[in-house]
């Protein structure tokens, strides 16, 4: 080792590759130092990211939860509200619908008074009709029984009549 020690120093190239060498070396550890002290600084940040992007995580599931239970809500306030529309468009007609029951009941009643009216006079009028009807009715069975009497009368005649005809029309084939 002396020996290498002595060339080094005897010989100028030997020295200079010597220092490059050990500037080179110093360089590879600095390297290695600045390298693992970067590793070890990222890995403190991955650390610290993965436990932050852990909270992260679980404050994001809570707040899709909350969210989703607002959603629900929100869905069944919405629900509610549209049913209370629907409820009270529903009551609107139904008012509308008992205000027209109510003007139609009025004017029923009037036409049930007014109707009332005119069939007691319809009803007194059928009496004096019926009650003309019978005599009338009367008159014709009368007069039926008398034409039916003519009718006979004159059937008699006119076969008395249509025999007298022949009777006169055979004389005169006699006198001829």
């Known amino acids: 080792m ?3 020690l002595e060339k080094i120093s005897t010989d100028s190239t030997f020295m200079v590759i010597g220092a490059i060498s050990i500037v080179i070396l110093i360089f590879v550890l600095l390297m290695v130092v600045v390298s693992s002290m970067r590793i070890k600084n990222y890995k403190y940040k991955y650390v610290n990211t993965k436990i932050d992007n852990q909270e992260k995580e679980t404050l994001i599931s809570e707040l899709q939860n909350e969210l989703e239970a607002i959603k629900i809500k929100n869905a069944k306030n919405e629900q509610e509200l549209q049913y209370f529309a629907q409820t009270k468009e529903k009551l609107l007609k139904t008012e509308n619908a008992f205000e027209e029951l109510n003007k139609s009941t009025n004017a029923l009643e009037l036409l049930q008074k007014e109707t009332a009216t005119k069939l007691e006079n319809t009803l007194m009028s ?3 009709l019926t009650k003309e009807h019978d005599a009338i009715k009367l ?10 009497k003519m009718h006979v009368n004159n059937a008699r ?3 008395k009549l249509e025999s007298e005809s022949r009777v006169a029309s055979e004389m005169e084939k006699r006198t001829k």
Request: glycine fraction near 0%; charged fraction near 30%.
């Open 139 to 148: 008159k014709l069975e009368s007069i039926q029984e008398d034409n039916n």
């Open 126 to 128: 059928l009496d004096k």
């Open 2 to 4: 002396n020996n290498l």
């Open 157 to 159: 005649l006119l076969m």
